[in-house]
């Protein structure tokens, strides 16, 4: 199971990137970006053969995770970014 987990992590970056080039690049409609991060991450998963010893269904289970915490961290940084602009905005009223 670590070893699965080792590789989910190494797996999504890699997903959060062609998901930015997706945003970037595309008209792609944004409420299915979540499940298009989990596609790439079990494609991606899938063809790490040389990378894992791991079965085929256990490097898909890391794509898969890979996927699902892509999004949450893109999700979590965007929430960031948002609230750092919330709170440096000139129309904040000072309390």
């Known amino acids: 199971m670590e070893t699965v987990l080792v590789l ?3 797996i ?4 959060v990137a062609i998901i930015e ?14 499940i ?3 596609i ?10 040389p990378l894992s010893e791991l079965d085929l269904a256990l490097r898909l289970w ?6 699902l915490a892509a999004t949450g961290l893109f999700e979590l940084g965007h ?9 440096h ?5 000072s309390e």
């Open 8 to 10: 989910a992590s190494l």
């Open 12 to 15: 999504s970056p890699i997903v």
């Open 21 to 34: 080039l997706v945003k970037k690049t595309t008209s792609f409609p944004k409420q299915f970006f979540p």
């Open 36 to 38: 298009l991060s989990v």
């Open 40 to 49: 790439i991450g079990l494609l991606i998963g899938g063809v790490t053969y």
């Open 62 to 67: 890391a794509g898969g995770i890979a996927g």
């Open 79 to 87: 929430c960031q970014v948002k609230l750092i602009k919330k709170q």
């Open 89 to 93: 905005s000139p129309h904040r009223s």
